[in-house]
């Protein structure tokens, strides 16, 4: 049954995902053509699709989590999938590993197409293999970097979602009261679970374009961090299945 329901998520959104894929092929194509005598806007230009195409991927997973479940609800289909032999687990796991998958392929797009720059200018000898090796793992760690971040913001207003969903508030202050104590609440666990993983590296991961520049994502993304996310991604997917499943009703 999860696997009907992360179909029919997919099948749901597919269009969308496809125009976000056409709209970075044809950016790329664009800045391909614009820039192809010019070695330094390339390297850049490999950089820039990444970012502002994660940019859009991002704000795409804002508004999945608003909307996974309140556009069920909205269209009376919330109803039916309760009257299923569902619960929570399925319904909100099936959420997520539909968005997963959408955004996994999005992800793949943009590190190929953002590798197309690159490409040619190894091709043309414009840089050596070093470089071209060096760009290739700057682009790849910053794609897996915003894969990973617009899986937690999909988790987090999903999360989101739930909370109002099961609190039945339709106040809008009320609402934005909740979710700025819902943030700083978050915020809490995250600083938490970063002491926990005290362990590792509280660094960055040092990252580098061809013209020899260093830079760090968001400049203090460390490996405590990321790591700090991941397991409050995962308490907040076990928390939505629980109140799901306990104060969900249509």
Known sequence: MIAKLIWKDIRENFINTLIFAGLILAMTIYGLVKNFKDVR????????????????????????????????????????????????????????????????FLSLCIALFSHIPLFYMLITKAIGKAEFISGVKTIT??????????LFLFIVFQFYEILVISLKTKNFFVNAILFFVYLYLLSELIAIFKMVF?????????????????????????????????????????????????????
């Open 141 to 150: 760690y910053i794609a897996f970097y915003f894969f990973l971040l617009a």
């Open 41 to 104: 806007s390339l390297a850049v230009l490999s950089i820039l699709i990444v970012a502002f195409s994660f940019t859009m991927v991002l704000g795409y997973a804002i508004y999945r989590g608003f909307s996974s479940l309140k556009r069920e609800k909205d269209r009376n289909t919330l109803e039916f999938l309760l009257s299923l032999p569902v619960d929570g687990r399925e319904i909100v796991t099936s959420k997520f590993l539909a968005f997963f998958t959408e955004v996994l």
């Open 198 to 250: 005290g362990f590792l590296p509280d660094q960055a991961p040092i990252l580098h374009t061809i013209g020899g520049e260093t830079f760090t994502i968001m400049g203090g993304t460390n490996y405590q961090g990321l790591a700090a996310g991941a397991l409050a991604g995962v308490v907040l997917i076990v928390s939505g299945i629980i109140l799901f499943n306990k104060r969900v009703e249509v």
